[in-house]
């Protein structure tokens, strides 16, 4: 399977879904939910029929379901999607949401109870309207907003934006790169005076040429000497004289009527072009609704979404907090603008991010996963020549299943694979995803630093009904001698045993039918 997902189905069953590859693994979350303006159609079945999603939601939705209004309705919609994407973010992942006036107080108090207060980041107004919409009261609005949060504000990282060519104008260039001019060479202040630092107080000498030097000698006899002094007041320089001799270059002479001066070139690492720090508005002319409306119609000859999101502000915000091989996920993925951000990212810095798309609505296939076929392979008609040649990357299409039905699938009913069933039993027993392994003949699936997990399982009535889908005495020792030689205990789903538990805890294994001892762990 293609690591980039387009999912079609309900994204709280697709979001539980994915957690058992997926969960803390997420680098970036864009979502674009509904606003909830009152002018949307917009309708999220929540009825869940696995018992494991009924706990889950028992534990994490303080909400009653019952005679919700406007805005209860809505927030009871995103409180369970907003603790699954909790979940899936990695440690140092970040989270950006696109809402407007109607939610954005409501959305800011369950983010911060949900992600905490304090790994907020920013409430970025966002420019989408260059003009303004004169049909709003009072005055013609221009932006919404984009709220981030982190996982972990202590890890996560903000990098910053290129530099455009008319903002590079304004900085002067030598051998090694652009620069500016930084602050004196001398310390200034009360806080620094010679007595402080007498190691850092030293003449360093400059020629005519500019040419400096802290060693006096017969070379330097017709050099100007320069002490750190200010207001009369002996000073101490900043730098060493070893790092004067060795970093001359990043040294600035400016000679003024009151004497030389020496800057420090303040520049980015050698080589590299200077950033600028994001600022907490985000507005640029790409940015607007307008141009995510005119880069669709690009790929599909004609208008085809209502307000899609402008691919400059999504490829900015990925590019801001992921790195080269990082995962990005979209739960409400729209008319796919993140997967087009993330392929053209990618396709400008040879990056190998991968993205996963959740739409649930008819136009999964038609409009979501069509756009992103199409700039994938190049649109002849579009303005944008890496557009015309294509992005390249490949992605899997998939309609989401019907969830884990732990009564019916005995039954017959309902028979998932056998990786599938894994999957859903390591992340309900651990708490977090393992490297599951396809069904082996002893039927070992995955390990944690103490425990290795074991499931007879075949998809088949036939297979379930038989005495081979049995822990018996030949399998319990096989299992437990595996276990002894890797220093680890045992837990082994099956839909029966023809030994008894207390025959079963001195070979360190323990028993788990299916389907219902699928259980947290203690201590997994």
């Known amino acids: 399977m293609d690591e980039n997902l ?26 674009d939910p509904p606003y909830n303006t009152g002018n949307e159609n917009w309708v999220y079945n929540d009825n869940v029929n696995s018992p494991l999603m009924r706990r889950w939601l028992a534990g994490n939705s303080p909400i009653d379901v019952e005679d919700l209004e406007r805005h209860d309705k809505w927030l009871c919609m995103m409180w369970p999607r907003l603790h699954l994407l909790h979940e899936l973010l990695s440690d140092d992942g970040v989270i950006f949401i696109s809402i407007d006036d109607n939610e954005v107080h409501h959305l800011r108090q369950v983010m911060n109870e949900i992600f905490g207060e304090v790994h907020f980041i920013a409430c970025l107004p966002t420019v989408m309207n260059l003009k303004g919409n004169n049909n709003e009261f009072g005055f013609a609005g221009t932006h919404e907003y984009t709220l981030a949060w982190a996982k972990n504000r202590a890890l996560a990282q903000i990098s910053e934006f290129d530099m455009e060519e008319e903002e590079l104008a304004s900085w002067l260039q030598d051998d090694y790169g652009y620069y500016k001019k930084g602050a004196e060479l001398k310390a200034t202040g009360a806080s620094a005076p010679r007595s402080e630092r007498p190691n850092l107080f030293y003449p360093i000498f400059v020629s005519k040429k500019n040419e400096l030097s802290v060693v006096e000698g017969p070379e330097t006899q017709n050099y100007e000497k320069v002490l750190p002094i200010t207001a009369g007041a002996e000073v101490h320089w900043r730098w060493s004289k070893q790092k004067v001799l060795n970093e001359s270059h990043n040294l600035i002479v400016e000679r003024t009527p009151s004497g030389i ?237 023809f030994l008894s538990q207390k025959d079963l805890t001195p070979m360190g294994i323990t028993f788990c039918q299916l389907p219902y001892s699928i259980h947290q762990i203690a201590g997994a």
């Open 261 to 497: 001066r020496l800057r420090k070139k303040q520049r980015p690492a050698l080589g590299e072009l200077p950033t600028k720090k994001p600022k907490s508005l985000l507005y640029k002319p790409e940015y607007s609704s307008g141009n995510g409306t005119a880069e669709l119609k690009q790929v599909f000859g004609g208008r085809a979404f209502d307000y899609p999101k402008p691919v400059q502000l999504l490829k900015d915000l990925v590019g801001l907090v992921t790195e080269q091989d990082d995962i990005i996920l979209d739960s409400f993925a729209g008319s796919g603008t993140t997967a087009h951000a993330v392929l053209a990212r990618n396709r400008e810095d040879g990056g190998n991010r991968k993205f996963i798309l959740i739409e649930c609505e008819d136009y999964a296939d038609s409009i979501t996963a069509e756009r992103v076929r199409r700039v994938i392979n190049g649109v002849d008609t579009a303005k944008n020549e890496a557009l015309r040649q294509g992005l390249g990357g490949s992605f899997t299409y998939c309609e989401l299943g019907e969830p884990i039905d732990e009564e019916g699938m005995l039954s017959g009913e309902t028979m998932p694979s056998y990786e599938t069933l894994a999957n859903y039993i390591a992340y309900v027993a651990t708490g977090s995803a393992l490297d599951v392994i396809a069904r082996r003949a002893d039927y070992f699936f995955g390990e944690t630093e103490t425990l290795r997990f074991y499931l007879i399982y075949e998809p088949r009535l036939e297979f379930l009904e038989s005495d081979a889908s049995a822990l018996d005495g030949t399998r319990a020792v096989q299992i437990a001698t595996q276990c002894k030689a890797a220093g680890k205990k045992a837990f082994v789903y099956a839909a029966h045993k």
């Open 6 to 31: 387009i999912i079609h189905g309900d994204n709280l069953h697709a979001l539980k879904a994915l957690l058992p590859k997926y969960a803390g693994k997420i680098k970036c979350v864009y979502i």
